[in-house]
Structures are given as structure tokens and as C-alpha cells.
């Protein structure tokens, strides 16, 4: 099924220019084709490079990647960890060790 297809005739200037373009995209993972339309693509592509002399004078290269999305691995949870719960007990405790203690007046 094709997606997108553009043929024409260009400078040689303006072909490396378009490829620099493709060559940026691909690092950042994202294709932008037509007036609106972009293909992800994947971290590992099969490349194939293909040059022919089609006659005396007349020569051809072709670049062709291709690769597999891989299926998104569904997340999983973790279940919240419980905050430990203090008795009354351990929480006067702290307090009080915190607590300046009062001064103790000599006996007269």
C-alpha cells in the first residue's frame, strides 16, 4: 500500500539539500512527507543502497529503508507503597525528645 510518492527533476544542489533534510529528520524520528503527513520511524531500519548503469550514459541510485515498528509494551503499576503508620506512643515519644526540658530550681 503505497502512503506517498514524489517524482521530479531537480538541481543537484537542491537533491543534497533535500537529502540533508531527510538525513535530519530520520535522527530525530519522524519523516514529514506531503502537506501534512509524518511516519515514525524506528530505532534499528534495514537500509539498501542500489546504484545501476542502465545504459552507456545513463545511471541510477537508489536508497531504500525500511522497518518494523515494534508493538508498544503495555506499562505496568506498581501499587503505592503505605506510609508506616505511628501509634500515639511512638509520636509523644518524639516529641518529647525534642521538648527543652524545663530547668529544675535548687532547693532552698
Known amino acids: ?37 509524518t511516519i515514525a520511524v524506528a530505532d534499528q531500519v534495514y537500509c539498501e543502497l542500489e546504484i545501476e548503469q542502465e545504459g552507456k550514459d545513463e545511471f541510477s541510485i537508489e536508497i531504500e529503508f525500511s522497518w518494523v515498528n515494534p508493538k508498544p509494551t503495555p506499562t505496568v503499576s506498581e501499587p503505592p507503597v503505605e506510609a508506616e503508620q505511628t501509634t ?9 525528645e525534642h521538648e527543652p526540658q524545663a530547668a529544675v530550681a535548687p532547693a532552698a
Open 1 to 37: 500500500m503505497d502512503i506517498y510518492e514524489d517524482a521530479r527533476t531537480v538541481s543537484r544542489a537542491d537533491l543534497a539539500a533535500w537529502l540533508r533534510q531527510v538525513a535530519s529528520q530520520l535522527e530525530t524520528g519522524q519523516i514529514f512527507y506531503g502537506a501534512a503527513g
Open 88 to 96: 500515639k506512643a511512638e509520636t509523644d515519644d518524639a516529641k518529647a
